[in-house]
């Protein structure tokens, strides 16, 4: 057996151990003679894959009791409908960050449930190659929440602050990096993210809510993305993504075991300042991401070339480098280092790129 190295934006790789570990358990979880795919999610059994699984999520991110987690489906792309639809309904106002493709999506589906859904800064005309400053982030001073992308997937760049909004409340898309460094999560009204980049297969979403935000959502919302009916019912009013939420649990032991977020953050330092160092002394290669902005997870690079580019990636995949081409808006390569991308990964790029 090889494994690849697999660039891809997610889903992405997974702890060798933890596929291992799963694939021990896949007939028989711990002698209930059953695989957790097929056991009700009512049952004993999975209840506390459950707890302990959302247990270790707060204590990973030191998420405090005015908050709660929730493990849900319908992707990062339901709660650009969620977000507004549980809170818009405090003043119908709301500020956007657009820095990127996925903050445009969530900005536009909020345009469906008010008329009242502000621009507070866009990189839009730099082809979002950087991040807003606070200072240049223009606040509605009664808007219902401020939204911003933390890593911005497509485009490689990443907040290194966190936005200061007053009593104003913050909800944050972190699809891309969550659990890849420190977060001061007291800070939020909402973080949510898809689980597939840096956490578990997809199929999950994890929303962190700040528990007195819920309970004002426009009457239309439907139940599965009522924050206030999945708080009451620990996101199981209907069926969870029991599978899904069975290999986050192992990918948190992980996580543990590998010096909690904090590791993670040395180990994403480590893997993208390798390739970063790289491209900033190439005459090849060059990063379009300004410096200060750039994403500790998703490296992307350009030759100039675009045919050359195309080589690259495919010439890498022989190599069992495989998914360097960038997303299909905006081509080049893009390299996403996620938290399961061994070290060995970045430095077989660089070897790559030097040859
Ligand atoms: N937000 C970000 C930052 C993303 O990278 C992605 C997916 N690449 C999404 C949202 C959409 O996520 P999903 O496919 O889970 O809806």
Excluded at 266 to 279: H, N
């Amino acid at each position: 057996m090889s494994r690849v190295y697999n660039f891809s934006a997610g889903p992405s790789m997974l702890p060798e151990e933890v596929l291992e570990q799963a694939g021990k358990e896949i007939l028989d979880y711990k002698g209930s003679g059953q695989s957790v795919m097929e056991m009700s999610h009512r049952s004993k059994v999975f209840v506390e894959i459950f707890e302990e699984t959302k247990a270790d999520f707060k204590a990973l991110l030191n998420v405090p009791d005015t908050h709660e987690v929730l493990f849900l489906q319908g992707g990062a792309s339901g709660q650009f409908a969620a977000v507004p639809m549980n809170l818009i309904g405090v003043s119908g106002k709301a500020d956007y960050a657009i820095t990127g493709n996925f903050a445009n999506l969530a900005y536009k589906e909020a345009k469906k449930f008010s008329g009242n859904i502000n621009v507070a800064a866009s990189s839009a005309d730099a082809n979002h190659t950087f991040i807003p400053a606070q200072s240049d982030l223009k606040f509605t001073p009664d808007a219902s929440y401020f939204y911003y992308c933390a890593n911005n997937t497509i485009y490689g760049t990443e907040w290194q602050y966190t936005p200061e909004t007053g009593n104003v409340p913050l909800v944050s898309d972190m699809s891309s990096n969550i659990m890849s460094h420190p977060v001061d999560v007291g800070k939020y009204g909402v973080i949510f993210a898809g689980a597939q980049k840096n956490m578990a297969p997809a199929g999950v979403t994890v929303v962190i809510i700040r528990k007195d935000l819920a309970g004002h959502a426009l009457p239309d919302t439907p139940v599965v993305f009522d924050y206030a009916t999945m708080i009451d019912k620990d996101s199981m009013y209907n069926t969870p993504p029991c599978w899904c939420i069975y290999i986050l649990g192992k990918v948190l032991k992980w996580v543990q075991s590998n010096g909690g977020v904090a590791g993670m953050e040395e180990l994403k330092t480590l893997r993208s300042g390798l390739v970063y160092d790289y491209l900033d002394n190439s005459k090849l290669f060059k990063a379009p991401a300004q410096k200060g902005s750039r994403s500790g997870m998703n490296v992307t690079f350009v030759t100039g070339n675009e045919d050359l580019d195309k080589r690259f990636a495919s010439e890498a995949a022989k190599k069992g480098l495989i998914n360097l081409a960038g997303h299909r808006n905006v081509g080049g390569m893009r390299a996403s280092m996620y938290n399961a991308m061994p070290v060995e990964g970045a430095k077989a790029l660089v070897e790559f790129m030097k040859e």
